[in-house]
């Protein structure tokens, strides 16, 4: 009996330590992927920041010249205020917004739920060019719709302007964290205070507000971070109010100052890897709260409070769904504001800069690039740290470096990959040695565009797979070891199947956001690759705001668009993946 089993289990151990041995190399392939696309790119741009622009060493000559600047000084200050005063009203405004939709029983909950998040799938540029139409000189409200009312004056250009701009942009993000923290709620919680006779007030601060605190924090940091790290919308309504952001730019492009530039690139860096710090803090802690045998909580009636979340939530949808009306109507008038009759005259992009159609079409590319290898990669990375075996320290140093994206601000990112990629020679400090760049070939393609992409947004599509793996059971593995099934089997026929609606969710996050973003390329694209999202910034530029309007409302429309022929084309597709779940 001995002799009969030995050949049968040692090809088994064999093959087991033959695909170990795959998954530990695809692993580390993995995790150089993310080195190379999020450390590395860093050194060099910091490093620049200790040098003059002659490429000489200067200490912290850069960093003395700007903290005893007092316009570079003041720009740090005006983000940080900007920053808080966004986060404030996101978050404070997001919150009840969210608790209509959870904690109510209003109705058209799924209208308000759809409406709401429309703010994601318009670039921040095109939310601040909504705004000049509606409060600028000759806006909508500021006019008084031309003298049929009277005006109001809300002095756009500067604080004012980016505070509500960054709100649009900020806004959808927490309600989207806000509702799933208000989902995780244990009804069980309140059931007690009821039975204790706890009033309304008194329930909502020693029961809602504890439960959700965690969460609630998330929210603070994640728009603290997008708002402070904005460029679009403080490049088309900040004026003479400056920000770090712009002040980046008008370094980089304006002066061609690049020290100066990663300069301020680390003082934009420092709060933002602060504040994210905190916020993986905060996560772990959140992790730990979720009990298995929590109850949902299932709102009661109550004809007050549910008309007064539904009139709040029609306001919040009426002032989006304004702007994003705006954009679309000052794209098809002939003249704003002296001659309304409607024409398509302003999406012909042929006496205006930007790039045009070619733009809008390197945009779509760009974006279904992004798309395809983005969901590859990243689903990849997920699965081969939260299903593989073995080298417990490469799997949580992949999954470290899976979150850093995340604190990266775009404009940093870009600027990074400008130093890196660019440079054809890598000269290593205090050496006098140099090395040959082997990715200097990458600078200036399409394929560069994509990698920032797909690292700029890598982290929140990472958290989306290992989150969907975590519902799988690891049984399904351990069955297909015992049996001497591949893993490659057992993740094409079994783990892709059961995760079919997250992986098609990253793929349209990646989508999307590759369309609407501007920050990460701002400085990567070349010349022969014009892209939208930078059309738009060089028409606002140039003074071509109707121009501007029509590209954003082409990002805006081919954005929502492909949302909803991605719902309607997997409608069944998702029915059929997620069965497995009601057997």
């Known amino acids: 009996m001995t002799t009969t089993r030995r050949p049968i289990s040692a090809p088994r151990a064999n093959a087991f330590d033959l695909e170990a041995w795959v998954m530990r190399g695809l692993l580390g392939l993995g995790a150089l992927w993310l080195v190379v696309g999020v450390v590395l790119p860093l050194f060099p741009m910091v490093g620049r920041s200790f040098q003059n622009t002659d490429g000489e060493w200067v200490g912290l000559a850069n960093y003395g010249k700007y903290l005893t600047t007092p316009s570079l000084v003041q720009s740090f200050l005006n983000s940080v205020g900007v920053a808080i005063t966004t986060t404030l009203f996101s978050v404070g405004l997001g919150f009840i917004y969210a608790y209509g939709l959870t904690r109510t029983a209003m109705k058209g909950k799924t209208f308000f739920r759809t409406l709401g998040l429309l703010s994601l799938y318009i670039p921040p540029l095109a939310n601040a060019i909504g705004l000049i139409y509606l409060f600028g000189n000759q806006g909508l409200v500021t006019t008084g719709l031309f003298g ?12 004012n302007g980016i505070v509500i701009g960054e709100f649009l942009y900020c806004f959808p993000q927490a309600v989207i964290l806000l509702v799933t923290a208000l989902n995780l709620t244990d009804a069980r919680l309140y059931e007690a205070a009821e039975v204790l006779g ?19 924090m998330s929210a603070l940091f994640v728009c603290f971070i997008l708002a402070f790290t904005d460029f679009g919308v403080p490049k088309v309504v900040g004026g003479n109010f400056n920000v770090l952001a712009t002040d980046i730019y008008k370094q980089v492009i304006g002066q061609q100052n690049f020290s100066m530039g990663a300069t301020i690139s680390v003082f934009l860096l420092i709060p933002s890897v602060l504040a994210f710090g905190l916020d993986r803090i905060v996560q772990r802690r959140q992790n730990a709260l979720i009990s298995a045998k929590s109850v949902p909580l299932q709102p009661k009636p109550n004809p007050i409070l549910d008309w007064a979340m539904f009139g709040f939530c029609a306001l919040m949808v009426a002032f989006i769904f304004a702007v994003f009306g705006t954009i679309i109507l000052a794209s098809l008038v002939k003249v704003w504001p002296y001659d309304f009759s409607l024409s398509l005259k302003n999406y012909d992009f042929s006496s205006v800069g930007g790039g045009g159609y070619g733009a809008y079409w390197n945009s779509l ?22 299903k593989g075996r073995g080298l417990n320290w490469l799997r949580s140093l992949t999954y470290l470096l899976s979150t850093v994206p995340l604190a990266l601000p775009g404009l940093v990112l870009g600027l990074a990959y400008v130093f890196f990629f660019n440079n054809p020679i890598w000269r290593i400090p205090f050496t006098g040695l140099a090395i040959y760049n082997p990715l200097h070939w990458l600078y200036g393609t399409m ?9 700029h947004f890598y982290t929140v599509c990472f958290l989306t797979g290992t989150t969907a793996l975590k519902q799988i059971d690891s049984e399904f593995e351990a069955v297909s070891a015992s049996m001497a099934v591949p893993f490659y089997k057992t993740f094409w026929r079994v783990t892709v199947p059961m995760s079919l609606p997250a992986i098609l969710e990253i793929g349209i996050y990646f989508f999307v956001n590759a369309m609407v973003t501007i920050s990460a390329i701002i400085f990567l ?35 929502l668009g492909v949302r909803v022929m991605y719902s309607w084309l997997t409608k069944g597709l998702r029915q059929r993946s997620e069965a497995w779940l009601h057997r």
Request: charged share 5%.
């Open 148 to 159: 049929l009312l009277p005006g109001i004056n809300i002095n756009l250009y500067g604080f």
């Open 198 to 216: 706890a009033s309304t007030l008194k329930t909502f601060f020693t029961v809602t507000l504890p439960s959700i605190k965690y969460g609630l």
């Open 365 to 386: 590319r760009m974006s279904f690039y992004t798309a395809i290898f983005g969901t590859a990669i990243v689903f990849t990375g997920a699965y081969l740290v939260e």
């Open 447 to 455: 394929a560069l565009l994509v990698m920032a992409n797909i690292i």
């Open 525 to 559: 694209y070349p010349a022969n690759l014009p892209l939208a999202a930078v059309a738009i910034v060089n028409m606002d530029d140039a003074g071509d705001i109707a121009a501007a309007a029509a590209m954003s409302t082409l990002i805006v429309l081919t954005s």
